[in-house]
């Protein structure tokens, strides 16, 4: 092979994309691969991000990779901790030289005849366009836009005199030191700046169009930390990891089993944080239930602290327009602000906002089903990294690694040039549910359309569920009659122009 051409190709240099090249070194090794990163730092999110308090809201012991044991005390970490877990990471297995940064991969092209991936990717350093080859493409480049977050078109943005701001583009110079703050948005985010800029701040208000549920809990795992002192590392790392994935499964099945108890508990534990005068009803209630959408962690009480102490607050309301001076609420009150952020989502993306072809045909993911979560109905050699929305990211991305490692050492063993998922005569009255279902966020609804479809039944689900993933990923077998193996592929135009049922 040459310089430019490999036996894989991953996309992107954030957790997922160190999790494969992780796997590829050990599991495949005869291999050749390399990374392509847009940015000029590893990272992904972890890099980007850079607004007051960004953290995880999942413990390390299982955003951690099951590798790499996490051995920092407090176990929510903040942003710049979980980056240098992954410097660290790359440094320990020799992955940096794999990468090759300032590549932004635009387009992807295969052909059948060659059995090949062509990449063209814009080189930041000189700006000069080229041309990659591979047998099989990793996607591993997240969900989200890295081009900017999402932002509803608020009235009156104009007339607003001070700064206003989104997460995903903090400027570092940004003084909010006496400022009136007000943050739109009740998600993670909205609840990790609120607090964080509530210390400097003369005020910050979290303005919400509906509560969300949210549940403290300290941001250090005592029992993680007592295991490293008095057990090796990579066993009191195994433990940790085992006994929080068992909690994180038992909480979601609750939600799911006893909705209304769990409903109970959650509220009863925001009005223990904030009293009994506090309209825990109106600013903490939901209107859904837990876990249909992703529950807000708040390490050490932070949020409360903040709210009990004055420094927050919190309003439920409609904007109904931006003032000069702040923004006014269905309620007839204006909140001042010096200082608006909008925590107010991402925008949602398919594999990296490439463009994708098979034998210049033009992919619409939207059109094809899903293949276990990772892979694409009539798209050869294609796998991408997609991890939980109820439980860590990472758990999924290390079951989708374990998989394209294991069907890389299927192919080499049966000769196959090519592995493709395609529908079965039995599948082709499968009733198309959304590609995440049930779970009603709106960062997820308002893209959805763009994803594609899961079926009815095996392997054309998504179950985002670890039990179910485990079996789908490590016991089920490669040859299921599925994932169709061939040494020379035919032109798949005619498949590729078949669309899914509307949802």
């Known amino acids: 092979m040459g310089a430019d051409e490999f036996d894989v190709i991953v996309v992107g240099a954030g957790i997922s994309g160190i999790d494969a090249a992780y796997h590829l070194q050990r599991f495949c090794p005869d ?20 607004y007051p308090g960004v953290r995880s809201d999942s413990d390390m012991h299982t955003l951690g990779y099951g590798f790499k044991p996490w051995t920092a005390d407090k176990a929510i970490a903040d942003g710049p901790s979980i980056l240098a877990y992954l410097e660290e990471t790359v440094e320990e297995h020799g992955i940096r030289p794999k990468i090759r940064f300032g590549h932004h991969v ?11 991936w062509t990449l063209t990717a814009s080189r930041s350093s000189d700006g000069a366009d080229i041309q990659l080859r591979c047998s099989y493409l990793f996607m591993c480049s997240g969900y989200y836009s890295y081009r900017g977050g999402y932002c509803p078109e608020f009235p009156g943005r104009d007339r607003f005199e001070g700064v206003v701001v989104h997460p995903q583009e903090w400027p570092d110079d940004l003084d909010y030191d006496g400022k009136q703050v007000v943050v739109i948005g009740s998600g993670a985010t909205a609840m990790t700046l609120v ?23 300290p941001d250090v795992d005592r029992l993680a930390n007592r295991l490293r002192r008095v057990l090796p590392e990579r066993v009191a790392y195994a433990i940790t990891r085992a006994k929080n994935i068992a909690m994180q499964q038992f909480v979601y099945n609750r939600t ?12 009863q534990m925001v009005r223990a944080e904030l009293g009994p005068d506090y309209d825990v009803a109106t600013h903490f209630t939901p209107s859904y239930n837990p876990w249909d959408q992703r529950l807000c962690l708040v390490p050490n009480s932070d949020l409360f602290r903040a709210i009990r102490s004055g ?55 939207s059109r094809t089903w899903t293949y276990k979560g990772f892979a694409y109905s009539d798209v050869p050699n294609l796998a991408s990294s997609f991890g939980y929305i109820n439980a860590s990211w990472t ?13 890389l050492n299927h192919m080499a063993a049966i000769g196959a040039t090519t592995a493709t998922p ?43 569920l670890l039990r179910a993933d485990r079996k789908l990923f490590r016991s089920d077998p490669l040859d299921d009659g599925v994932m169709r193996f061939t040494g020379r592929l035919r032109p798949v135009a005619r498949e590729l122009a078949a669309t899914a049922p509307a949802v």
């Open 106 to 116: 635009r387009r992807a092209e295969w052909s059948s005849e060659d059995a090949r």
């Open 195 to 217: 607090p964080a800029m509530s210390k400097r701040a003369a005020h910050v208000t979290m303005l919400q169009r509906s509560p969300t549920y949210v549940v403290s809990r």
């Open 395 to 407: 758990l999924r991305a290390d079951l989708i690694c374990d998989y394209v490692c294991r069907l």
């Open 31 to 50: 291999r050749t691969f390399t990374i392509l990163e847009g940015r000029d730092h590893l990272g992904g999110t972890w890099d980007l991000f850079r």
């Open 311 to 365: 420094a927050a607050s919190v309003v439920t309301d409609e904007i109904v327009t931006f003032t000069e001076h702040g923004i006014r609420v269905a309620s007839g009150d204006e909140i001042p602000a010096d200082i608006i952020v909008t925590a107010t989502g991402l925008q949602l993306v398919t594999l990296g906002e490439m463009d994708f072809t098979v034998d210049g045909v033009p992919v619409d993911f």
């Open 256 to 267: 799911r089993t006893h909705p209304r108890q769990v409903r109970a508990k959650l509220l």
């Open 422 to 464: 395609r529908l079965r005569p039995s599948d082709q009255s499968m009733q198309p549910r959304p590609w995440i279902d049930g779970f009603p966020a709106g960062y997820m609804e308002r893209d959805m359309h763009r994803f594609p479809k899961q079926g009815d039944r095996a392997p054309w689900l998504n179950p985002q």
